[in-house]
């Protein structure tokens, strides 16, 4: 690339919002002792000496912006292993692809997998459940059991 990079530093400043300039600094940079700037201490930072942190750090600081981290994300699942005997399964993945691949490699079989937020695992089976009050029971323990909440059993 051979543009002039104050130039397109400082337009990836102003395009950049306040909050992910404080993140860019509290994931990627450190104090001299090796210590991280809390988010709280950043929050109270000018926006000038944010830009300015961001403007020392151009490459970094242009490679944050331009391949953002993935925060991954909580998944639930539900699987059988090769014997079929049936598990739930607790994994942070950067989508469920990357979490399903996983349990695939594990010789795993995956009969549901969803987003652990919003969902939990029933506390008698172990299966998945709606909502995130973790005293509902999954839909084939209600069926059962013909109760809605674990501590009416």
Sequence with gaps: MTQNTNTTIEDLIKRTKRTVKIDYVHTCLRRSDGSKLTKTELKEWSDNGLNEICRRHPDSFRDYIENPPVKPIKFLAN???????????????????????????EEMTAIKIVPAKGNHLCRYCMGIAEGSNKDLLCDDCKDLFGHTLFTEL
Aim: hydrophobic share 30%; glycine share 8%; proline share 0%.
């Design 79 to 105: 699987c059988t292993d090769k014997k079929g005997k049936k598990l739930a399964f607790e994994g942070q993945y950067e989508n469920m692809e990357k979490f399903e691949a996983e349990l695939i490699k």
